[in-house]
């Protein structure tokens, strides 16, 4: 079972929190190295949540759902450390559970399963 103060866990917080801040700052306090790959690739992580939730556009989901979304899809397509996928969406569920609305932890699970789904990222 994982804890809270698992390193790994404290870095996605971090980085969530970063790229939460950045939704409404155009610059960051701070860094947090994994926040900075996450923008590098933003333009083609968004062409993702586009794809996999196109009843909902980018402006209409929720900053804290929005930075999640674009950690875990980092992760998942973008990360020279591949780690299971099922850790990667636990993960994204449970900082959406903790950080985000009511519906937030359903609405990520299910982008990230479509993506999962059409990409076959199936292998752990």
Do not use: C
């Not at 009511?102 to 479509?114: D, I, K, R, Y």
């Amino acid at each position: 079972m994982k804890r809270k103060d698992d390193p790994r866990h404290k870095a996605r917080v971090i980085a969530v929190k970063k790229l939460f801040e950045r939704s409404f700052l155009n610059t960051q306090s701070g860094q947090s190295q994994l926040a900075a790959k996450v923008l590098k690739k933003q333009q083609e992580i968004d062409k993702f949540i586009t794809k996999n939730a196109p009843a909902w556009p980018l402006e209409q989901i929720s900053p804290v759902d929005l930075a999640t979304l674009r950690l875990a899809i980092w992760e998942l397509v973008y990360s020279s450390k591949k780690e299971p996928y099922k850790v990667i969406i636990d993960e994204a569920v449970e900082i959406a559970k903790e950080y985000g609305g009511e519906s937030s932890a359903g609405f990520v699970n299910g982008v990230l399963g479509t993506i999962i789904k059409s990409r076959k990222i199936l292998k752990k």
